[in-house]
C-alpha cells in the first residue's frame, strides 16, 4: 500500500538529533587533536553514533535528498572534531581519511544487506511473499521494493549462482564436504573456482555479500 502523505522527515530529524547528542558525549574525549587519537575516535563514531543514525534505516530508507543530506552533513559534522579538521574541509575528504563510507554508500549497503537476508528465507516466509509482490508508482515505492530497486546491482553480481541457504548447511563432517565446493573469490565480482561442479554454479550465500562490499567499497578500507 502507498500513501501519498507518508515521508520520514521527522524519522531523519530524530535521528539525526539523537546522533548529535551521542556525538556530544563521546566530545569530551576527542577535544580535537589534544583527546584520543584518530583511530580510536573514529572507532567510538562507529560504535556509538553512526548506530543512531543508521538504526533499522531499511525500514525507511526512502527518503528524499534533501533528508539524505541531513544524515550526510552530521556525519561529517561528527567526524571533523576526530581530525582536528577546520570547519571548511572537504566532507568527501574526511570520510576517506577516516575511513568512513558515505552515508548514501552506507545506505545502499544495509539495503542490500536486508535484501540479502530477505532472500534467504524460506519460499513460504511472510517477507519473501511480500518482496514478490511489491511494487511502485512512479518515484513512490513500497518497503521491499525498494530494497531491490537499492540492491539491483547486488543481484546482478549475483546472478547464475544457486544459493546454499544457511538452514540448508549439514552437520560435520558433511559441512566440510560442502565448503569445499563453495569457494568464492573476484577480480571484478566473483569468480567461482574449479572446484565448484561443471553444471551448477554454487556460492555460499553468508559470504558473498562481504565479497561484494569489500569490492564496492574498497577505496574506504
Same mark, same amino acid.
Given at each position: ?27 569530551s574525549l576527542i577535544d580535537g587533536r589534544r583527546g584520543v587519537n584518530i583511530q580510536i575516535? &573514529?572507532? #567510538?563514531?562507529? %560504535?556509538?553514533? /553512526?548506530?543512531? @543514525?543508521?538504526?533499522? +534505516?531499511?525500514?525507511?530508507?526512502? =527518503? ?63 517477507? &519473501?511473499? #511480500?518482496?514478490? %509482490?511489491?511494487? /511502485?508508482?512512479? @518515484?513512490?515505492?513500497? +518497503?521491499?521494493?525498494?530494497?531491490? =530497486? ?16 544457511p538452514e540448508s548447511y549439514l552437520p560435520n563432517p558433511a559441512a566440510d564436504i560442502i ?31 562481504d565479497v561484494y562490499c569489500n569490492w564496492k567499497y574498497k577505496d574506504f578500507h
Amino acid at each position: 500500500m502507498l500513501d501519498k502523505e507518508l515521508n520520514f522527515t521527522i524519522q531523519v530529524d530524530y535521528a539525526v538529533s539523537k546522533g548529535k547528542r551521542a556525538c556530544a558525549k563521546v566530545g569530551s574525549l576527542i577535544d580535537g587533536r589534544r583527546g584520543v587519537n584518530i583511530q580510536i575516535g &573514529v572507532g #567510538l563514531y562507529t %560504535s556509538l553514533v /553512526r548506530p543512531h @543514525l543508521e538504526y533499522a +534505516l531499511p525500514a525507511w530508507a526512502n =527518503i528524499s535528498d534533501k533528508d539524505l543530506e541531513k544524515l550526510e552533513l552530521t556525519q561529517v559534522q561528527c567526524l571533523k572534531p576526530i581530525l582536528g579538521a577546520k570547519v571548511h574541509t572537504s566532507s568527501a575528504a574526511v570520510e576517506v581519511i577516516c575511513g568512513i563510507i558515505p552515508i548514501r554508500f552506507r545506505q545502499r549497503e544495509l539495503c542490500s544487506r536486508e535484501f540479502m537476508w530477505i532472500i534467504t528465507k524460506k519460499d513460504g516466509h511472510d517477507l &519473501v511473499q #511480500l518482496l514478490s %509482490s511489491s511494487t /511502485r508508482v512512479g @518515484l513512490r515505492f513500497c +518497503l521491499l521494493e525498494f530494497l531491490r =530497486i537499492m540492491s539491483k546491482e547486488l543481484i546482478r553480481a549475483i546472478d547464475g549462482f544457486d544459493f546454499i541457504k544457511p538452514e540448508s548447511y549439514l552437520p560435520n563432517p558433511a559441512a566440510d564436504i560442502i565448503s569445499n565446493r563453495l569457494v568464492v573469490g573476484h577480480t571484478d565480482y566473483y569468480t567461482v573456482s574449479d572446484k565448484c561442479t561443471s553444471d551448477s554454479k554454487l556460492c555460499d550465500i553468508t559470504d558473498i555479500f562481504d565479497v561484494y562490499c569489500n569490492w564496492k567499497y574498497k577505496d574506504f578500507h
